[in-house]
């Protein structure tokens, strides 16, 4: 079965710090995998999208991501987090009957 | 051009009652999807409608059901409301050409409505 596993529930970072949430999918074939954020009472907003064109794939507001088979892994990164980061983060996966199946959340807390 | 717009954006019901939430999704997209999110469960798909079929469903009860309209217009409804139903419902839609293509993951989504069952 195709799945999604966000491996933090709440990351904390500095302000200025990097900033690393990590996913791992389980899939039988190369997946559709994207990274979403919700910020306070508000809907969700994609960030990037990886459809098996480049590995390394760059959203908004300066966060990446990069797909690795064979760590079944497809981690957000950003180099130096802002205030305006602090929300809720969702690794998406599309499974194979179509579905899009969100992974729980990693809260991220930037720290002043 | 305007988003994905929810309504009420919040609502408190007793349990037993029935509630109907409304989305109208960003003009000229076609699929709207309906998505409970609690603390526990994260966020759960219900179902994804496509040019007033349904086009996909989650693994929610027949007390949760909804419908789209001609102008693409989605409502869910939840009737026999019990307490575990208090939730942001989340609707999203996107820009998916035909019932038969494949879902891009690109969705758009509203702020949400939140339920609270008492």
């Known amino acids: 079965a195709q799945s999604v596993t966000q491996l933090d529930s709440h990351v904390s970072v500095s302000e200025g710090t990097p900033v690393l949430l990590r996913c791992n999918y389980s899939s039988s074939y190369s997946p559709s995998l994207f990274w979403y954020v919700q910020h306070p009472n508000k809907g969700l907003q994609l960030l990037l999208k990886?459809?098996?064109?480049?590995?390394l794939v760059k959203g908004i507001n300066g966060f990446e991501a990069e797909f690795k088979k064979s760590e079944t892994s497809f981690h957000l990164t950003k180099p130096s987090a802002h205030m305006s980061d602090a929300a809720e983060y969702f690794c998406?996966?599309?499974?194979?009957?179509?579905?899009?199946?969100f992974g729980k959340g990693t809260r991220l807390h930037i720290l002043p | 051009k305007a988003g994905v717009t929810q309504t009420p954006r919040y609502l408190i019901k007793t349990r037993g009652q029935q509630v109907t939430l409304s989305c109208s999704p960003i003009s000229g997209h076609r699929s709207v999807s309906w998505y409970q999110q609690t603390p526990g469960q994260g966020l759960q798909f219900l179902f994804e409608y496509f040019s007033e079929t349904q086009r996909n469903k989650g693994n929610f009860p027949g007390r949760f059901s909804g419908r789209q309209f001609s102008n693409s217009r989605s409502e869910m409804n939840v009737s026999t409301l019990e307490l575990g139903d208090s939730a942001l419902y989340l609707c999203?839609?996107?820009?998916?050409?035909?019932?038969?293509?494949?879902?891009?993951?690109?969705?758009?989504f509203g702020e949400g409505s939140r339920l609270t069952v008492l």
């Open positions: 990886y459809t098996s064109a480049a590995t």
């Open positions: 998406v996966v599309i499974m194979k009957d179509d579905k899009i199946i």
């Open positions: 999203a839609s996107s820009p998916l050409v035909s019932s038969g293509g494949a879902n891009t993951g690109e969705l758009f």
